[in-house]
């Protein structure tokens, strides 16, 4: 990746100067973001004692200092959260005069409402515990419903990487395209791409048993002799994405392509998607591929790492992040 900035360039503010750590979650990512930026990674020592307890270590003096802690909270969810709480800990008790939790993918997302009797709402809890552990503002991307953000009593600066899906898709140069929502709740998300790329829209009926098995049920609009790009900010076991594959060939699609932010990709999602009609996968690397992941050979992986140094360059000094949405 070019380097955008020198380490001159990015002067204190009155949070200081900026630095960024990472956590065990993603350093990749982290050193992506360090790269574009022109700064080192931050020092610090994060390890395990025998019963796994956190251990971490700041090994740099960052008093007075605008802190930014790179941390996904991805599989495994609860550790990488807890070393994200430890660390954040150690930045406030070490007087750091700004600290913001950069969370690529948001862990606990899908749990944002009360559907079911007695069944808590974690996104909540999750956004409460990094408050009370010191966080200052949050940077996350493409949350499941962008209402969590009213979880959180402090600033939170919710990027989207459609800027960087598009920049992909554009180049297909594909004239017969059609977006394709998988549900009706994805259809907003899906209309912003096809809005963009001047595509049609078409969206899947389904219903979901009692045991959360995605049914696809219908295709809505003409995808007949077109190349369809499914539409999701996550997708997870693959189930429901499969299914609307093998639905949009049934109705006469050429080509189906799956595209999502998160590539959580658990349990059984590799193997249905290499036996599913899908001619591609397009994530982001918001999370870490596992190694099984990474060599399905149906897989593309794009970089975010630039859009959010744009974003803690631009919370660093003070200028607008929403530019960056668009």
Do not use: W
């Not at 790179?70 to 930045?91: G, W």
């Not at 077109?226 to 949009?248: E, N, P, S, V």
């Amino acid at each position: 990746m070019k380097r955008a900035l020198t380490g001159d360039s990015l002067k204190p503010t009155d949070f200081g100067h900026l630095k960024v750590f990472s956590g065990s979650a993603h350093t990749h990512l982290a050193n992506e973001i360090v790269e574009f930026l022109g700064i080192p990674l931050g020092k610090a020592r994060l390890r395990r004692f025998p019963d796994t307890e956190v251990s971490f270590q700041i090994d740099e003096n960052i008093r007075g200092v605008d802190v930014f802690v790179v941390q996904p909270t991805s599989n495994p969810v609860d550790q990488h959260l807890m070393e994200l709480l430890v660390m954040i800990d150690a930045f406030r008790r070490s007087s750091a005069a700004r600290i913001t939790a950069v969370l690529p993918y948001y862990g606990y997302a899908r749990q944002d409402r009360k559907d079911k009797p007695r069944v808590p709402i974690s996104a909540k809890l999750v956004a409460n515990l990094l408050s009370a552990a010191g966080t200052h503002r949050v940077l996350t991307m493409d949350l499941h419903k962008a209402q969590i953000q009213g979880f959180f009593d402090i600033p939170v600066d919710h990027l989207f990487a459609i800027p960087v899906v598009i920049d992909y898709l554009a180049r297909m140069n594909h004239s017969n395209l059609t977006i394709v929502s998988p549900d009706a709740g994805g259809a907003e998300r899906a209309r912003a791409y096809a809005k963009r790329l001047d595509a049609e829209l078409a969206v899947i009926d389904k219903r979901r048993s009692e045991n959360g098995v995605a049914e696809v049920m219908n295709v809505i609009g003409d995808v007949k002799g077109r190349l369809c790009i499914i539409q999701d900010d996550l997708i997870d076991t693959a189930g429901t994405i499969t299914k609307a594959a093998t639905a949009l060939k049934k109705a006469g699609a050429e080509k189906v392509i799956a595209c999502a932010v998160h590539g959580v990709l658990s349990g059984p999602a590799i193997e249905r998607i290499e036996k599913a009609p899908l001619d591609q996968l397009i994530v982001t690397n918001t999370i870490p591929l596992r190694d099984e992941v990474a060599r399905c050979k149906k897989i593309e992986v794009l970089s975010v790492a630039r859009l959010l140094g744009q974003a803690i360059r631009s919370i660093h000094e003070e200028t607008s992040v929403s530019s960056l949405f668009v």
